[in-house]
């Protein structure tokens, strides 16, 4: 319940200045100020634009679906917004823990391709519908690599409780485990223990260092998820002007951006989550300067609650500062490009990726 | 009443009222997005019964998989042939009559079966079934099974692409 309220209050505060880091970063990217005159340096800019957009009137087209148009953000938001529920923000704070996690995840999350349908169909414009039609087309495409990069990481830490993925990846994992032990490169031949060294020796990415490429196509997967440049070809501006929500305006226009940004914070939360070590701390205990004792407190003291928070929450802005980066730096794909990319590059990548996770998981017993 | 209850009830009544609306509604599409109520409504009591991974598979399955592409078929018919896709009603005396004879016949059965004194209820374990002993069972107790399954979704895999992909000549109308 806590983490619901928790949830929703983060994702909306962090929409209205991920909006704000959005035009501020493509300022600097293209070499001009971006907003400046709203607040010091522009900081209110996107709180005046929301004021705004709830002043608004709910304008629905004459000849559209009326019912379909208009439930169609509600269901958008809800199913990304419900990904969160599974969640573990600290050792001991989060969503729900179900035995599920990350398999309940992605497919409540693929619910979202209903209502991008619906506001696409209901809106009764040819713009909206081929911007529906690419999108459903592209999301549908891309969660097969996506899939497969997270089976890569299922396999190796034999579990689909997110939870527990996260224990696995720092000092604390003989909390659930008592006898589980940690390698250097998880080759236990090697003889190197890490199990209470921790740090980023102990997180995935490093544990399993080919997870490096995992985690690439899990990034521009969730990149095309979430309909982010080079992959925003369903609301391409120059062609399809804004794609499934051309004919929203105020409040639903503005639920359907909240969850587009939501997508973006979710799928950063599952990467860090995943591959970056979640809530533990990249320092390493070195000898007696025990760094990852100092930066990360004890499951279920306050001290844990904060500084886990404070490393995912950290981890996951950075990564959508990624997003904005790649958004403005790179042009986007055409449609023939961003399929052959899907199916002829990164699916078999990523089944190839499951094999050898496979054999890398024996490696580690 | 126990918050369980309510939500169980929820639940039930998504379900009843969309499977009903699927009935009763003329357009095509909305029928559709019915059934998609239905398959969630029914995931929600998977869960209550302690079945979630039945109930994800379920939304990951029907609701994610099977139902999008069934709405966007829909959809391209629909839209692209001008024509709207309504049901009609066809056969009226023998529909109902048929309908009739197998909600009885169920609702006989249920009301004779004695589920509680069954075999199989009794000597079911009555701890939740875990994710672990479920991969367990299927690839050793019902492997044979499994790898059936396999194969039957390549066989589909297979006729999907024939039909789709070898019906013109490549190179002559090939964009």
């Not at chain 1, 097969?144 to 939870?163: A, E, F, T």
């Not at chain 1, 720092?170 to 080759?187: K, S, W």
């Not at chain 1, 490393?311 to 055409?334: C, E, M, N």
């Amino acid at each position: 319940m806590y983490a619901f309220l928790f949830f929703l209050n983060f994702v909306l505060i962090y929409t209205i200045f991920a909006v704000y880091a959005e035009r501020k970063i493509s300022a600097f990217i293209q070499d001009r100020y971006g907003p400046m005159e709203t607040g010091p340096y522009g900081l209110l800019q996107t709180v005046a634009d929301l004021l705004k957009l709830l002043q608004k009137e709910d304008i629905v087209p004459l000849a559209a679906d009326k019912r379909i148009f208009k439930v169609a953000p509600l269901i958008i938001f809800t199913s990304v917004f419900a990904g969160f529920a599974v969640l573990p923000l600290t050792s001991d704070f989060g969503g729900s823990q179900i035995e599920t996690g990350i398999f309940y995840l992605l497919a409540i999350v693929s619910l979202d391709v209903i209502g991008i349908l619906m506001a696409g169909w209901g809106s009764n414009s040819k713009y909206a519908l081929l911007g529906a039609m690419r999108s459903v087309a592209q999301i549908i495409s891309y969660e097969i690599p996506l899939g497969l990069s997270v089976v890569c990481v299922i396999m190796v830490s034999q579990s689909l409780n997110l939870q527990e993925i996260v224990y696995q990846q720092g000092i604390f994992i003989n909390a659930i485990d008592p006898n589980a032990q940690n390698f250097l490169f998880g080759i236990k031949a090697l003889g190197i223990e890490t199990t209470h060294i921790g740090g980023f020796l102990t997180w995935n990415i490093f544990r399993i260092p080919f997870f490096f490429l995992a985690y690439l196509i899990f990034f521009i997967a969730s990149l095309a998820e979430a309909n982010r440049a080079p992959f925003d070809i369903p609301i391409a501006e120059s062609e399809l002007v804004a794609g499934f929500h051309v004919e929203y305006s105020g409040f639903r226009w503005a639920m359907i951006m909240l969850s587009e940004y939501g997508m973006m914070l979710l799928i950063s939360f599952l990467g860090a989550i995943l591959f970056w070590g979640g809530w533990n701390t990249p320092l390493p205990n070195i000898g007696s300067v025990a760094l990852a004792d100092w930066t990360s407190g004890e499951p279920g003291t306050i001290a844990g609650h904060l500084w886990g928070a404070f490393w995912l929450v950290s981890k996951a802005l950075l990564t959508v500062g990624l997003q904005i980066w790649i958004r403005w730096t790179y042009p986007r794909l055409r449609l023939d490009q961003l399929m052959n990319l899907s199916w002829k590059y990164l699916t078999p990548g990523a089944i190839i990726l499951v094999l050898v996770s496979a054999l890398w998981r024996l490696l580690m017993i | 009443m126990p918050i369980e209850n309510i939500i169980f009830y929820a639940f039930l009544g998504l379900t009843g009222l969309s499977a009903l609306f699927i009935l009763l509604s003329k357009n095509i599409l909305y029928s559709a997005f019915a059934l998609i109520a239905t398959f969630i409504g029914m995931a929600g009591i998977f869960v209550l019964l302690g079945a979630e991974f039945v109930a994800i598979t379920q939304i990951l399955v029907y609701v994610g998989g099977i139902l999008i592409l069934m709405v966007f078929g829909i959809m391209l018919t629909n839209r692209l042939s001008q024509a709207k896709v309504e049901t009609e009603v066809y056969n009226k005396f023998f529909g109902i009559l048929i309908s009739a004879g197998l909600f009885y016949i169920l609702a006989k059965a249920i009301e004779m079966a004695d589920f509680a004194n069954m075999g199989w209820m009794k000597n079911a374990p009555s701890a939740p079934s875990s994710v672990q002993d479920l991969g367990m069972k299927i690839m050793t107790d019902y492997v044979l099974v499994f790898e059936v399954i396999g194969i039957l979704l390549l066989l589909a895999l297979i006729g999907a692409v024939r039909i789709a992909g070898n019906t013109r000549e490549e190179g002559t109308d090939a964009a």
